[in-house]
Nanobody, 126 residues
Framework: QVQLVESGGGLVQAGGSLRLSCVAS????????MGWFRQAPGKEREFVAA?????????LYADSVKGRFTISRDNAKNTVYLQMNSLKPEDTAVYYC??????????????????WGQGTQVTVSS
């Protein structure tokens, strides 16, 4: 079992920045693929970014956030981050951290992830 706890959401003006954090506990973290997804009201959950586990650490991004968001991990702290810059109103959503126990490489699809956090709200005002 893996427990995931997100933090760092909030209200920010368009053009601003936020950094989300997700702390994992329950099993070895370093070799697990981690991802961030988001869900806006009335929409399906969508992929935002993912990062592979040890040893690669390669990253994947949705086209809509490339160049603005950066995913990273600190294995010593069992934490994955999502740095969000140049935020837009369309980035408003609940952001979820996810962990895959089956894959070490980053994955695009929610079905490939086994554990989810409770979500943190990000609201970007225009």
């Amino acid at each position: 079992q893996v427990q995931l706890v997100e933090s760092g959401g909030g209200l920010v003006q368009a053009g601003g920045s936020l950094r989300l954090s997700c702390v994992a506990s329950g099993r070895t973290f370093s070799n697990l693929a981690m991802g961030w997804f988001r869900q806006a009201p009335g929409k399906e959950r969508e992929f935002v970014a993912a990062i592979a586990g040890w040893p690669g650490g390669s990253t994947l991004y949705a086209d809509s956030v490339k160049g603005r968001f950066t995913i990273s991990r600190d294995n010593a702290k069992n934490t994955v981050y999502l740095q969000m810059n140049s935020l837009k109103p369309e980035d408003t959503a609940v952001y979820y951290c996810a962990c895959s126990a089956r894959y070490t490489s980053g994955r695009y699809y929610p079905v490939d992830y086994d554990y989810w956090g409770q979500g943190t709200q990000v609201t970007v005002s225009s």
